[in-house]
Nanobody, 120 residues
Framework: QVQLVESGGGLVQAGGSLRLSCAASEIFSINAMGWYRQAPGKQRELVAVISSSGATNYADSVKGRFTISRGNAKNTVHLQMNSLKPEDTAVYYC???????????????WGQGTQVTVST
């Protein structure tokens, strides 16, 4: 069973930056990795995903502010979050799967989540 471990969440003021990281226990079952988030009372939503070849998709709400990247060790994925807004506050989940998709339901592997809180 593939395990995903996130790190890097925390509390930041509006306009600040955070970098999230996620490491998979193995890469053989994973080609696509990404980030989703869930705010209280809301459904889990796409933040950004990246394929093994570097193709990416971003939510419109984060385009130009967030950047997803794969590490040199292909079992890692990072999310650089700049110009953070209070509406970015959520639990951020790392996701991984053999196949690339923007749909959360199609990802088999999930991390435990890391809290990101953006204060005004």
């Amino acid at each position: 069973q593939v395990q995903l471990v996130e790190s890097g969440g925390g509390l930041v003021q509006a306009g600040g930056s955070l970098r999230l990281s996620c490491a998979a226990s193995e890469i053989f079952s994973i080609n696509a990795m990404g980030w989703y988030r869930q705010a209280p009372g809301k459904q889990r939503e796409l933040v950004a995903v990246i394929s093994s070849s570097g193709a990416t998709n971003y939510a419109d709400s984060v385009k130009g502010r967030f950047t997803i990247s794969r590490g040199n060790a292909k079992n890692t994925v990072h999310l650089q979050m700049n110009s953070l807004k209070p509406e970015d506050t959520a639990v951020y989940y790392c996701a991984g799967d053999r196949y690339y998709s923007v749909y959360a339901a199609e990802y088999d592997y999930w991390g435990q989540g890391t809290q990101v809180t953006v204060s005004t």
